[in-house]
């Protein structure tokens, strides 16, 4: 049988939303456990050099930035389960989680804070450059293509948005796009077509990204003819969507038409007692502080939330 183990509130992921909220929920000695998943860590365990993160003037390594923040929430008594959330009953209180075949979780609260993974082409190359001129975000990593060439990958809103952000660094940015016309908004599209270092690429797809320790280009593959081309560039983004990772709680939390979790009051599900918080619900900003920051939103309210219901150790404290 499974040990398990009672806790005030369960966190499910321990990305920069899920730590941070550990972190407040530990100094309001609420014991709060982390079911990290697996791999633990959210999209920072694949970022190189993280220089938009506040107090790291020098930048600092993604992985190494997850590591400070789980050994700060464990500092003041955050537990962490290693593994994969399986099952969350919410059907009697206190909450049952599950985790892998070894760990039941009973909890007053929950908070999900699972992210949300880029979609990728499905390339060996680009995962393996993957941090080394190949990236999902470019308002994370534009500053590192100063001057450079690159491509953009995909045909939407965001990938539009993304283009026209990487013209502030960039000397040329070409957008590739597997239909023959885009799918972002007319003024988002008017807006890049307008902009004199974005040119198109239309119903072409990547087939290669080629270099060894970085990118020095991407071989195009025409879809109606097959006919090959490459493209002598220094990065590659792609801005295909992302997918949040929701899939466990389909049925029991309310999501969007993209597999998002709808909230109220900022960080309430439709369950009462479970709270989102990070890129799990967040499909706009997408960003490390901000996940960083909704996980402290999150945490406030469960203190509050556990108060109110007589299970926290203490009435909630203001918080600087």
């Not at 007053?108 to 001129?133: M, Q």
């Not at 890049?192 to 270099?211: D, H, Q, T, W, Y």
């Not at 900022?266 to 009462?272: D, M, S, Y």
Request: glycine share 10%; net charge neutral; aromatic share 6%.
């Amino acid at each position: 049988m499974p040990s398990e183990v009672s806790t005030p509130v369960a966190i499910v992921g321990s990305g920069p939303a899920g730590l941070t909220a550990a972190l407040y929920c530990a100094r309001a000695e609420l014991r709060p456990v982390v079911i990290s998943g697996v791999p633990a860590g959210g999209q920072l365990m694949i970022t190189t050099e993280v220089e938009n993160f506040p107090g790291f003037p020098d930048g600092i390594q993604g992985p190494e930035l997850v590591d400070r923040m789980r050994r700060q929430a464990a500092r003041f008594g955050t537990r962490f389960i290693d593994a994969q959330l399986t099952r969350l009953d919410a059907r009697g209180r206190p909450f049952l989680l599950e985790a892998g075949p070894d760990h039941r979780l009973r909890a007053d609260a929950v908070i999900v804070a699972t992210g949300a993974n880029a979609r990728w082409l499905g390339l060996p190359s680009e995962e393996r450059l993957r941090g080394h001129g190949v990236s999902a975000c470019a308002t994370c990593d534009g500053f590192f293509f100063k001057g450079k060439e690159l491509v953009l990958v995909g045909g939407g809103d965001s990938a539009m948005e993304e283009a026209l952000f990487l013209t502030n660094f960039a000397s040329r940015v070409t957008v590739v796009h597997r239909r023959r016309e885009l799918r972002a908004s007319r003024i988002m599209q008017e807006r890049a077509r307008s902009n004199p270092k974005i040119a198109f690429r239309f119903e072409e797809e990547v087939a290669e990204v080629l270099g060894e320790q970085s990118v020095e280009g991407v071989r195009l593959r025409h879809l109606a003819t097959g006919a090959e081309t490459t493209l002598q560039v220094q990065g590659l983004f792609v801005a295909i969507g992302h997918v949040p990772a929701t899939e466990v709680f389909r049925g029991l939390l309310d999501l969007d038409e993209k597999g998002y979790l709808r909230t109220r009051e900022q960080t309430r599900t439709n369950v009462e007692g479970i709270f989102a918080a990070g890129d799990v619900h967040d499909h706009r900003y997408r960003q490390a502080i901000t996940a960083a920051g909704l996980g402290c939103m999150a945490a406030l309210d469960v203190e509050r939330y556990l108060a109110e219901r007589g299970t926290a150790a203490h009435p909630p404290t203001p918080h600087a």
